[in-house]
């Protein structure tokens, strides 16, 4: 998709599409001219009464326009619209824009005072790059893809254009960073291996200049990563430890440090999984494709920032020579692991990375895992499962949860829960019981993240869709882009505690 901001007189668009925002009921100032261009079609159109009140309500025909029918979609963004409303509206509108067999269209942005057009232009570019994303690599004859080519930000003014510009490439790279941790999610376990992943960060970091390095199991074994490469053995694909880095920050100041759970299938290990849905642990490595995702946005949108990703990859496949229960291992950092479940394989793996995360002397790590089904249960496929050895990063990352509405809820992390991860044999259980499920996975990640500022996205709910619209969804990238981007406001970085 091409993207473009160009003032254009609304009664002169020449695209074959044009997007009319309306808010309430009636056009927006500034639209005159073109429903006077169109013999007053558009407010007839209004007048109808057919377009709902609703943000997101869309109602699209064609009408005369300088001797040719142009087809237009008048889009619903609600009287007063909040943040969701936007949103709402900028996916509805995206999608009409896309149904359509127009090749071109201007997006009218005549926004009635206090609508912050770079935010409209963000909410709009994000949700054209999203919508056209089909994953369809794999059937013979795939459904066409949408006709439109290119989209038109019509700013009403020339000096609207720069703040146009900012809004368009955080919308893009968003898009964009959602469609690339979808993709890999979406890859079956026989394509999306361990190997598989790591050649896609070489060619991120080559697309995107980042130092990128592959460790591979001599050297996850000369690191000590016990627990890691006890989940990986069952499997026939080799682990990969896999480190990118991202450095346009003030030479010196500590990084950001993203780690993300990367088991390209779960089968659940020698406590195998139920049959039923198990297709669905191919998405067990979204938080490793969540933090691809992220640091391509960042580095698209060249954030003045120092950031690194960790990600552990491997298999936690059933084998002669796989993990069992009551097997003893022993983590990077030197805490013996009673494994009494080996579908409770993600703990496992991200304790180790979360050890090697200190070596980067970060200023906050963030882990981001598909960790717990009982995240899932808590809160539903609604809002992603957050957890933070610090209040101040607490909020930072709820802030960026409620204004990109990729929704995050905070669960507690208190000692009391560290009791359920008690091991007769060894320093910790990897379960906790059934209780707490997803606090207990949390707690025992807590263990390893004791000397940084710290906190853990369980995703099990939100990175993906079942059903009929299975499918990964890309969360939470616009999250966690929205937490760097304030980083990058903020400057320079704070103090380790
Ligand atoms: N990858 C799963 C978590 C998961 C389950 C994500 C369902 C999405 C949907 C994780 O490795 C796992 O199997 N967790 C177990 C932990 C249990 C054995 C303590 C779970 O949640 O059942
Ligand atoms: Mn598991
Ligand atoms: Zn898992």
Redesign the pocket.
């Known amino acids: 998709m091409e993207f473009s901001i160009n003032p254009v007189s609304p009664d002169k668009a020449t695209a074959n599409s044009l997007l009319v925002p309306v808010f309430g009921d009636k056009l927006s100032s500034g639209l005159e001219k073109l429903d006077q261009a169109t013999a007053g079609a558009l407010s007839a159109l209004l007048a109808g009464g057919e377009l709902a009140a609703k943000a997101g309500s869309v109602l699209t025909s064609h009408v005369p326009l300088a001797g040719r029918l142009v087809r237009v979609t008048l889009l619903q963004w609600g009287e007063q619209p909040q943040a969701a409303d936007l949103r709402t509206a900028a996916a509805a509108g995206a999608r009409a824009l896309l149904a359509g067999k127009s090749t071109d269209a201007d997006v009218l942005l005549a926004l009635p005072k206090g609508i912050d057009s770079s935010e409209v232009i963000a909410a709009l570019a994000q949700a054209v790059v999203v919508e056209q994303y089909r994953f369809d690599d794999f059937k013979s004859n795939p459904d066409p893809r949408p006709a439109l080519t290119h989209v038109n930000f019509a700013v009403a003014r020339k000096s609207d254009v720069a703040l146009a510009e900012a809004g368009l490439a955080r919308g893009e790279a968003v898009g964009h960073g959602m469609n690339l941790t979808r993709q890999l999610g979406n890859l079956p376990a026989n394509v999306c291996t361990p190997t598989y992943l790591a050649e896609e960060a070489l060619r991120l970091g080559k697309q995107q200049g980042l130092k990128v390095q592959v460790l591979d199991q001599p050297e996850l074994e000369k690191l000590g990563m016990g627990s890691f490469l006890a989940v990986a053995k069952g499997s026939v694909e080799p682990p990969k430890l896999i480190v990118l880095e991202y450095r346009n920050g003030k030479k010196g100041a500590k990084p950001v440090v993203l780690v993300g759970k990367g088991?390209t299938f779960?089968s659940?290990g020698i406590?195998l999984?139920p049959g039923e849905g198990m297709d669905?642990?191919k998405y067990?490595m979204c938080g490793a494709a969540t933090v691809l995702g992220t640091m391509q946005a960042a580095a698209q949108l060249a954030l003045p920032i120092n950031l690194v990703g960790v990600i552990a990859t491997c298999e936690n496949m059933p084998a002669g020579n796989a993990n069992k229960p009551g097997d003893i291992i022993k983590s990077m950092a030197g805490l013996s692991i009673e494994v009494l479940?080996t579908?409770?394989?993600?703990r496992l793996i991200l304790c180790d990375a979360l050890t090697y995360a200190a070596r980067f002397e970060p200023e906050t790590v963030i882990d981001i895992a598909?960790?717990?089904?009982?995240c899932?249960i808590a809160l539903g496929h609604v809002a992603t499962g957050l957890y933070a050895n610090d209040e101040t990063l607490a909020d930072e990352l709820l802030q960026a949860a409620d204004h990109t509405g990729d929704k995050a809820w905070r669960l507690p992390l208190w000692d009391d829960y560290q009791e359920q991860l008690k091991s007769n044999f060894a320093d910790l259980a990897n379960?906790g019981g059934r209780p707490a499920?997803s606090v207990t996975?949390a707690c025992f990640l807590a263990r390893f993240t004791k000397d940084y500022r710290w906190a853990h996205l369980d995703i099990?709910g939100t990175a993906w869709k079942s059903g009929a619209a299975k499918g990964a969804t890309g969360r939470p990238v616009p999250l966690l882009v929205e937490f760097l981007s304030g980083r990058a406001r903020q400057g320079s970085a704070k103090k380790t505690k």
């Not at 579908?343 to 993600?346: I, Q, V």
């Not at 598909?370 to 009982?374: K, P, Q, W």
């Open positions: 088991i779960d659940g406590s999984k669905e642990m067990d479940n579908d409770a394989e993600g598909t960790l717990t089904g009982a899932i379960i499920g996975a099990a």
